[in-house]
């Protein structure tokens, strides 16, 4: 079933169209620590996720296509693509609905099986590691690296399971 993302009060997704994901998905059966998922009377995967703050959000699985560039050398890019599951809020709670606490989305990078590294992962885009690094003016931005960067300059530090 196609919906417009529209229809959702937080409109979060990456494109127009977004894909429900149905109950018979495996995505829907798989356990997220902090999360409950159910299905609605029209097949649709839904889930409530509670922070460790309290604050919580509700909302349903959606697919959608995310779009990036490849590094395939020294400076070669290749555009590419690949379908990912992510939660489509429709409500809020807690620390979240302060306007001063307000987020566009929150992604998550941890080892379950609904992370956006680990999706990428199992279909043998990009390895099961990523690297952030953050710009230091206070003016944000910085680099978000799905996958390892080859150069030797580069120390990574392993997350630790259950932490």
């Given at each position: 079933?196609?919906?417009?993302?529209?229809?959702?009060?937080?409109?979060?997704?990456?494109?127009?169209?977004?894909?429900?994901?149905?109950?018979?998905?495996?995505?829907?059966?798989?356990?997220?620590?902090?999360?409950?998922?159910?299905?609605?009377?029209a097949n649709q995967?839904?889930?409530?996720?509670?922070?460790?703050?309290?604050?919580?959000?509700?909302?349903?699985?959606?697919?959608?296509?995310?779009?990036?560039?490849?590094?395939?050398?020294?400076?070669?890019?290749?555009?590419?693509?690949?379908?990912?599951?992510?939660?489509?809020?429709?409500?809020?709670?807690?620390?979240?609905?302060?306007?001063?606490?307000?987020?566009?989305?929150?992604?998550?990078?941890?080892?379950?099986?609904?992370?956006?590294?680990?999706?990428?992962?199992?279909?043998?885009?990009?390895?099961?590691?990523?690297?952030?690094?953050?710009?230091?003016?206070?003016?944000?931005?910085?680099?978000?690296?799905?996958?390892?960067?080859?150069?030797?300059?580069?120390?990574?530090?392993?997350?630790?399971?259950?932490?």
């Open positions: 079933m196609l919906i417009g993302c529209n229809y959702f009060t937080l409109p979060n997704c990456l494109q127009l169209i977004c894909l429900l994901v149905p109950c018979s998905d495996s995505i829907c059966a798989s356990e997220v620590q902090g999360a409950a998922t159910e299905c609605s009377q995967c839904s889930y409530t996720f509670q922070y460790g703050d309290g604050s919580g959000t509700t909302g349903y699985y959606i697919s959608d296509a995310v779009y990036f560039d490849m590094i395939l050398g020294q400076s070669s890019l290749a555009n590419s693509s690949a379908t990912v599951v992510f939660g489509c809020s429709n409500y809020l709670s807690g620390e979240l609905t302060k306007s001063d606490k307000a987020v566009d989305g929150i992604i998550g990078f941890g080892p379950g099986p609904l992370s956006v590294v680990s999706q990428l992962s199992l279909r043998g885009i990009t390895p099961k590691v990523f690297s952030n690094c953050l710009k230091g003016d206070g003016n944000g931005g910085g680099i978000l690296v799905l996958g390892h960067i080859l150069d030797l300059n580069i120390v990574y530090t392993p997350l630790l399971p259950s932490q």
